[in-house]
């Protein structure tokens, strides 16, 4: 099946994740100027009205760019939506995505017909994110479009299957666009992902070291000095399971290698995680790929990086 056009003519095949409190319009803007797809969480803009401050001005300086560059747009956006109960705030963020007819929805924690029915109505496309088979398949059953799959290694709330084999199993059955998430930091990652069958790399970790990105500089330095042995992964902080920084939960004052389980019933994604020290701002969330960043980068520049890489790496393989 080919792409949908809103994921064709990318610079090279990735997405960049809606990182919790730190996708903001300069990192979303820069991201798709540079030809990958920049994307942001809904929730990132609060309070609510401030979500459709910042479509306006991501859709406006995007068609103003794309006016001056004929020859060589801008690549499309995305917003995530948390579908979870929790988001008391979904559905007028839904609303808002109609409305500026957001290209890319990408949704997360939950798979809803009617938020797929709204960004179809005017042409948008739905991507879900999906740790296994069973959700896959739930997903694309409610009407979603494409899937993200997050494998283990990935940032933030992250599965425990290999993307061989995730990859593997959601091909034998789905021909849409697939996007893979899981330690992917690097042009050869990117290109990896494509050969064991996904159409794009999904990128989130190495962008939080960007400049653009609205993180604590001790957190973008954390990621430039630390690699993967220092994600541990536990459900503490939101009652889902996910990857986050071990120098992060120790500056918290707890032990990362002795964490207590987390009661999901307890899972609050509006606030942030129903802790004393909040998943993102606190226990900085990331994932296995950090060891290949080496620096803080602007987002253009780190693109450059990638698509040099993925280049020279389709040059080698070939």
Request: proline content about 5%.
């Amino acid at each position: 099946m080919a792409l949908p056009k809103q994921l064709q003519n990318l610079r090279i095949p990735v997405i960049g994740s809606p990182l919790f409190i730190i996708s903001n319009p300069d990192l979303v803007i820069a991201q798709c100027k540079a030809g990958i797809v920049g994307s942001f969480p809904a929730l990132n803009a609060r309070p609510g009205p401030v979500l459709e401050e910042w479509l306006k001005r991501i859709t406006s300086e995007l068609d103003a760019y794309n006016k001056e560059n004929p020859d060589n747009p801008a690549a499309p956006f995305a917003v995530n939506q948390i579908v979870h109960k929790s988001n008391d705030r979904l559905m007028h963020d839904v609303e808002m995505c109609v409305k500026y007819k957001v290209p890319i929805v990408i949704t997360s924690l939950g798979a809803r017909a009617e938020v797929n029915d709204a960004i179809h109505s005017y042409g948008g496309i739905v991507m879900h994110d999906i740790i296994n088979g069973f959700f896959a398949k739930k997903a694309i059953q409610k009407g979603a479009d494409g899937l993200i799959a997050v494998a283990a290694g990935a940032g933030g709330h992250a599965g425990t299957l290999s993307p061989f084999a995730l990859v593997q199993e959601i091909r034998e059955w789905f021909d849409g666009p697939v996007a893979l998430s899981g330690s992917i930091a690097t042009g050869d990652a990117v290109l990896a992902a494509q050969a064991m069958g996904a159409d794009l790399g999904y990128i989130g970790s190495a962008f939080i070291a960007t400049t653009e990105a609205n993180a604590d500089e001790r957190y973008k330095n954390c990621i430039v000095e630390h690699g993967a042995d220092d994600i541990v992964y536990t459900n503490l902080f939101t009652g889902v399971h996910g990857n986050y920084l071990k120098p992060s939960i120790k500056a918290a004052g707890m032990d990362p290698d002795n964490l207590p389980e987390s009661d999901p019933s307890a899972m609050s994604f509006g606030s942030g995680g129903s802790e004393k020290s909040k998943a993102w701002k606190d226990i900085w969330g990331c994932g296995q790929g950090i060891g290949a960043v080496k620096k803080v980068l602007s987002a253009a520049d780190f693109i450059d990086q990638l698509a040099a890489e993925y280049t020279a790496a389709r040059a080698r393989i070939c």
